[in-house]
């Protein structure tokens, strides 16, 4: 076993050494470092140099991350870790698959009391496919599909309860899709359509009563552009506003 110290003369690292070449010494097998409180700060495993083998971290005695090396790369399952004060043990926050330096295969993250915060695949270190998300209590909030890291497909938003709260479907470059917002009884909400992620042509806004609340016009820039009206709880006009690329232009009043 050789021992490594610091500039201060206190122990820093050991582990054993390949002395096959003449002029040159080389991490072989299981190091460990340590800092100068004496805390473990990493156990790996070492080829003629190279990181090979399972590889931990660890960050005030508790180890925070856990991946397999090969050939000095990163190569396999690996898992970063949070403490559980309340337990005192390491909860997985994240974990994933490394294969040729990108992240690959399925992928999920945990919060610090391990509930479920997100899953899905990735390729070449972005997502692709279904992706879900979910908050602090464990409800699913939102499915998103992607491909090559980018919304494509249909995308939803939920309520605590599950109840829908928001779908559409994000198309190709330029392609004009539907929209439509719930509310939490599952009545319409507002209607409208997408374009490349942006809001376009004529959005509808309902009352909980399912009548019409107001509509508006949007450019293929999200601006509003043409004529937009509001309606008072009977259906009567309220005001009417003339808009040219996000700017009022005229404003009516009854």
Same mark, same amino acid.
């Given at each position: 076993t050789y021992y490594l110290y610091s500039d201060r003369l206190k122990l820093?690292?050991?582990?054993?050494l390949n002395t096959t070449f003449k002029?040159?010494?080389?991490q072989e097998g299981e190091?460990?470092?340590i800092n100068d409180n004496g805390q473990i700060t990493e156990i790996s495993n070492y080829h003629m140099d190279n990181l090979n083998g399972l590889s931990r971290l660890y960050q005030d005695g508790e180890m925070v991350q856990q991946a397999t090396w090969k050939d000095g790369k990163p190569e396999g399952r690996a898992y970063l870790y949070t403490a559980d004060p309340i337990f005192h043990q390491q909860i997985i926050n994240e974990e994933f698959d490394i294969k040729d330096g990108e992240y690959m295969g399925q992928y999920r993250s945990e919060s610090e009391q391990g509930i479920l915060q997100k899953e899905g695949v990735m390729v070449k270190s972005e997502f692709d496919g279904q992706v879900k998300y979910y908050d602090a209590q464990g409800h699913l909030t939102m499915i998103e599909n992607l491909a090559n890291g980018k919304p494509y497909g249909q995308q939803?938003? %939920?309520y605590p309860s599950g109840q829908?709260?928001?779908e559409y479907r994000a198309g190709n470059k330029d392609e004009q899709t539907e929209y439509h917002d719930y509310y939490i009884d599952g009545t319409k909400k507002r209607d409208g359509f997408v374009k490349n992620e942006k809001k376009t042509g004529q959005w509808t806004s309902y009352l909980p009563s399912g009548k019409i609340s107001s509509t508006e016009q949007f450019d293929d820039d999200g601006q509003n552009d043409? #004529?937009?009206?509001q309606y008072f709880s009977d259906g009567k006009t309220n005001t009417r506003i003339t808009a040219n690329h996000g700017?009022?232009?005229? %404003? #009516?009043?009854?």
């Open positions: 820093n690292a050991w582990g054993p002029d040159k010494q080389m190091w460990t470092t939803k938003t %939920f829908l709260k928001t043409g #004529e937009g009206i700017k009022n232009v005229k %404003f #009516e009043s009854y």
